[in-house]
Nanobody
Framework: QVQLVESGGGLVQAGGSLRLSCTASGRTFSSYAMGWFRQSPGKERQFVAAISRSDLRTTYADSVKGRFTISRDNAKNTLYLQMSSLRPEDTAVYYC?????????????????WGQGTQVTVSS
């Protein structure tokens, strides 16, 4: 089992940048493929990005390609999401998730473990 804690959210103006972190504890972090999802009020949880557990394959939602970068540091048990050129529509609670598989997954029902979320608000 793994415990996940997100941090780094906040209020930023449109066009700005933020970096989210997700720190893992418990079972070996490198055992897990990791993902970022986001959810706005009244909307379903939406895939943002995912990364494989060791060979660092990544996949992104079309809406964030070229603006967001997912990365991980297995030595620090930490997952990152670098967000640039932020837009008001990126406003949401951002969650990290983990799954004991090698592959980056884009469907939230495939993940077993979730953090509590961190709020990102982008003002226009």
């Amino acid at each position: 089992q793994v415990q996940l804690v997100e941090s780094g959210g906040g209020l930023v103006q449109a066009g700005g940048s933020l970096r989210l972190s997700c720190t893992a504890s418990g079972r070996t972090f490198s055992s897990y493929a990791m993902g970022w999802f986001r959810q706005s009020p009244g909307k379903e949880r939406q895939f943002v990005a995912a990364i494989s557990r060791s060979d660092l394959r990544t996949t992104y939602a079309d809406s964030v390609k070229g603006r967001f970068t997912i990365s991980r540091d297995n030595a620090k048990n930490t997952l990152y999401l670098q967000m640039s050129s932020l837009r008001p529509e990126d406003t949401a609670v951002y969650y990290c998730a983990a799954k004991t598989t090698a592959y980056p997954l884009s469907t939230y029902t495939q993940y077993d473990y979730w953090g509590q979320g961190t709020q990102v608000t982008v003002s226009s």
